[in-house]
């Protein structure tokens, strides 16, 4: 499957179009949702990517920076090829920068579609009483734990097959736990100062 991704840049362009433009979508479904159902509430944003929390709290189904982020990382996934694959000769270069890119977006779609079903339990048969609070500083933990997991499962599956593609998806996926993990630790320094 892997070389089949190294063979033209289309398939690898569909796939980060694809999963891009999906994660969007599916957080706005969720935080419109969390929010009918009121029962989880997130101090700020459902979206922890800082950039995007606006779009996301007013429910734009048209983000300009989300476009123009799309654009941008294409035009970057398609040069790359180019570079690795075709100039350098490095498929397995390019497998582990698309790795990098693709899994990623992996791992959150998992959250998405744990969120989505919270959700419609939530509708169908309640289960929870109350407001349950979500501060940021735990949002960002539990995210932070969700990608170290997916660090370590695609850590796991790149030594047993030898795999760029799951080294990649490893490296972004403990990157952005570890991002996470700096704003949580950033909002509790914030909350010991007052």
């Not at 891009?20 to 997130?42: H, K, M, Q």
């Not at 790359?80 to 582990?96: E, G, M, Q, R, S």
């Not at 579609?113 to 109350?130: A, D, M, P, T, Y």
Request: proline fraction near 2%; glycine fraction near 6%.
């Amino acid at each position: 499957m892997e070389n089949y991704l190294a063979v033209s840049p289309i398939p690898g362009m569909v796939l980060w179009i694809i999963l891009y433009v999906s994660d969007y979508y599916l957080t706005l479904i969720s935080a419109r949702g969390f929010r009918e159902v009121d029962v989880f509430r997130f101090e700020g944003s459902l979206e922890l990517t800082p950039q995007f929390q606006k779009d996301i709290n007013e429910q734009n189904h048209l983000s300009k920076r989300h476009i123009s982020y799309l654009i941008i990382y294409t035009l970057v996934v398609l040069i790359f090829w180019f570079l690795a694959v075709w100039y350098l000769k490095a498929d397995w270069l390019y497998l582990f920068y698309l790795g990098a890119f693709l899994l990623l977006e992996v791992a959150v779609h998992f959250r998405h579609f744990r969120n989505l079903r919270q959700i419609s339990l939530l509708k169908k048969i309640g289960g929870v009483e109350g407001a349950v609070i979500f501060r940021k500083r735990f949002s960002y933990m539990l995210s932070a734990f969700d990608l170290y997991s997916f660090a370590a499962l695609f850590l796991l599956v790149s030594v047993l097959t030898f795999s760029p593609f799951f080294l990649g998806g490893m490296l972004t996926c403990f990157a952005t736990g570890y991002r996470h993990m700096s704003y949580a630790r950033r909002e509790i320094s914030q909350l010991d100062l007052k």
